[in-house]
């Protein structure tokens, strides 16, 4: 983990605050950037999302705030005592840990909520805070990374030392990459798909970092390909399925999401998905399926994101809406196991 020391005065102040307001006889009352849809915007010269100037008072007179503003507070004091004791926990521990104390969380999509408002509240990622969901990414390939961790720092690692990749958690996000020989960082979406590509030693001829993005990325995978990408000046390529969804991966990867417009530093404007395309499925006689009510309303919402307003990716939409079928990556395995490897990505990668 990087220096907790930022994180640990930002939550004191907090604390002193409210306690502050206490000694005075006034109820405490926080002010957190608003996260409605309406103070979403979009920054063209960062090419992401930002929230806008409005602002939510949580006033712990108002009844109705009173129990949000209570398990803030809780969450806040969690948080420092995590980073206090050089630990971490999965945002699932966190939710089973308030149970202890009486939250009163209702759901653990309350609780992560709850971790967002803190997020907004104080201007660090939870990651800062070493609250982290639970892990469902990996990487391979050529890289010595350092840790920063309690009890790991300085120890080196080579990303190739488990043939299964190694999972993307706190203490890899958190490295240094020192040295590296390879050229890209090439992400897939799929578990089989990245497996595959170590097996056929992709990662060499192409001397390529993988990346198994596990379905959309979560923000610990996708701030360790921007370390790579800004650290080593890998280029990246995102390799998805053939549908508006793996699309939308690449895309949020390139451009971010809504959900985390209070979050600087996550995207990789300069990314390249390099398909599958609608165009990929005709050239090459994929195997398809139809696709569903729910993929075609997806694509006339996408038709509508101002992030895909390029006309590249406005005519990857229309073509979808003209097939109407998807593909997965998967799909070229009908031409032999290898020949996503020796001739699809071969030329786009090229």
């Not at 390529?237 to 996550?266: C, E, R």
Request: with cysteine.
């Amino acid at each position: 983990m990087n220096d907790p020391k930022p994180a640990i005065e930002t939550l004191a102040s907090l604390g002193q605050k409210i306690i502050q307001s206490l000694r005075e006889n006034r109820y405490p009352v926080l002010e957190i950037p608003d996260r409605r849809t309406s103070n979403i915007v979009y920054d063209e010269n960062s090419n992401h999302y930002v929230l806008g100037s409005s602002r939510s008072i949580r006033d712990s007179s108002n009844v109705k705030h009173v129990k949000r503003f209570a398990q803030l507070t809780w969450v806040a004091s969690f948080a420092k005592e995590l980073l206090q004791a050089s630990r971490t926990s999965s945002l699932r521990d966190l939710y089973y840990s308030s149970e202890a104390f009486g939250v009163g969380f209702s759901s653990q999509s309350e609780s992560d909520r709850i971790v967002t408002d803190l997020e907004c509240l104080t201007g660090f990622p939870r990651e800062s805070f070493g609250i982290y969901p639970e892990e469902h990414s990996s990487i391979y390939g050529e890289v010595v990374m350092r840790y920063t961790v309690s009890g790991y720092e300085g120890k080196e690692i080579d990303l190739t030392v488990s043939p299964d990749g190694l999972p993307v958690g706190p203490a890899l996000m958190t490295a240094e990459p020192l040295e590296s020989n390879a050229e890209i960082v090439l992400a897939v979406e799929s578990g089989g798909m990245f497996s595959r590509l170590i097996e056929t030693k992709a990662w060499k001829r192409f001397n390529a970092v993988l990346v198994q993005l596990g379905g959309q990325s979560p923000r610990s995978t996708r701030r360790l390909m921007r370390n790579l990408h800004v650290s080593l000046g890998l280029p990246v390529y995102i390799f998805t399925d053939g549908d508006p969804w793996g699309m939308h991966i690449a895309k949020v990867i390139i451009s971010g999401s809504a959900n985390s417009a209070h979050i600087q530093d996550l995207t990789i404007p300069h990314a390249k998905w390099i398909g599958v395309t609608p165009e990929d499925i005709v050239q090459y006689s994929l195997p398809t399926e139809p696709m569903s009510d729910a993929d075609l309303k997806r694509l006339d919402e996408l038709s509508q994101d101002v992030r895909y307003s390029e006309p590249e990716w406005q005519n990857h939409i229309q073509q979808f809406k003209k097939i109407r079928t998807k593909a997965e990556q998967q799909a070229f395995s009908r031409f032999g196991m290898d020949y996503v490897v020796d001739t699809y990505l071969s030329k786009k990668i090229s």
